[in-house]
């Protein structure tokens, strides 16, 4: 191991496919089922992919050639032969982020990030026949894993087509979100307050040998300030409004994308302008699990 948030030397993530799922996870394929459910539709549009696959149309700016290096290290290997579990199969994946770019999504490095992500590894194995429907998920503890679009959604914002060198996420969860976020910046650094999250966070991420992810115990409202400053900041938790300690670790340039509000909630983009000067720009409705302070 590298260092005491599980992340080792070595950099080839994601695993194959076939080396990816839960133990006891592979079944034999099926007949369809006459009965239209969760796992049917998702079966239906994994078949669908698989007719038409879908490839990110190429807009946006182009990353950095070492930022391009860092990220081809992130690709993943596809199976040698088709797999019966269509949970391990990328097709599926390509069927999710389909329906995301359809509710706008365009950026092409965040929706190849959901692609090479396998998202049905980071929620229980009772609920992996809805790993990709576009829906918030429990993953414990009164938390959740955010729907694929809010995702794809808030780091496309954070992104704004440039290359992103050191992102902080506050909120890691199941570690979900940081795994997509170490396919689209050069450093990913990601606090949990909860401790039982935080150890199945890095249960989900170890398989994937991700290192360029680091994973941190502790009070996400004051941040991370002695690996400050970020060149992006995202919050997976909605506060009354966005804590001063993480505007002051956002780098000039930076771009921090958070939920605010109470009842009613909001994206909220905040920029930071100068060195003691910041823009704020209101987004789209959404829906988040409440900011806290300290740890349990």
Not at 48 to 61: L, R
Not at 109 to 128: G, K, Q
């Amino acid at each position: 191991m590298k260092d005491r948030f599980g992340a080792p030397k070595a950099s080839n993530f994601p695993l194959p496919l076939s080396s990816l799922s839960r133990p006891g996870e592979r079944r034999a394929a099926s007949a369809p089922a006459r009965v239209a459910t969760p796992q049917t539709a998702t079966q239906n549009a994994a078949r669908t992919a698989v007719q038409a696959p879908y490839v990110p149309a190429a807009t946006g700016a182009a990353p950095s050639k070492s930022h391009s290096q860092a990220l081809q290290r992130a690709q993943p290997q596809a199976p040698a032969a088709p797999r019966p579990d269509l949970m391990v199969s990328e097709a599926i994946r390509r069927a999710m982020v389909a329906r995301v770019a359809k509710q706008g999504v365009q950026d092409p490095l965040v929706l190849a990030a959901l692609v090479r992500v396998p998202r049905h590894l980071f929620i229980e194995p009772a609920l992996s026949a809805q790993a990709y429907i576009d829906a918030s998920l429990p993953i414990g503890h009164q938390q959740t894993i955010s729907q694929p679009y809010i995702v794809a959604r808030m780091i496309e914002v954070m992104r704004n087509g440039g290359a992103l060198g050191r992102v902080l996420e506050i909120g890691t969860g199941c570690g979900y979100q940081a795994a997509v976020l170490a396919c689209v910046a050069q450093e990913v650094f990601s606090i949990e307050r909860i401790k039982p999250l935080h150890e199945l966070a890095k249960s989900n991420l170890r398989p994937l040998r991700i290192a360029n992810l680091r994973l941190h115990y502790g009070d996400g409202m004051l941040g991370l300030p002695q690996v400050a400053p970020f060149d992006g900041i995202i919050l997976a938790a909605a506060g009354l409004e966005v804590p001063r300690a993480l505007l002051e670790q956002l780098a000039i340039g930076g771009r921090l994308v958070a939920p605010v509000g109470a009842q009613v909630q909001h994206l909220q983009l905040i920029t930071r302008s100068g060195k003691a000067e910041w823009t704020s720009e209101t987004l789209e409705g959404c829906h988040f699990v409440p900011l806290r302070a300290g740890t349990v």
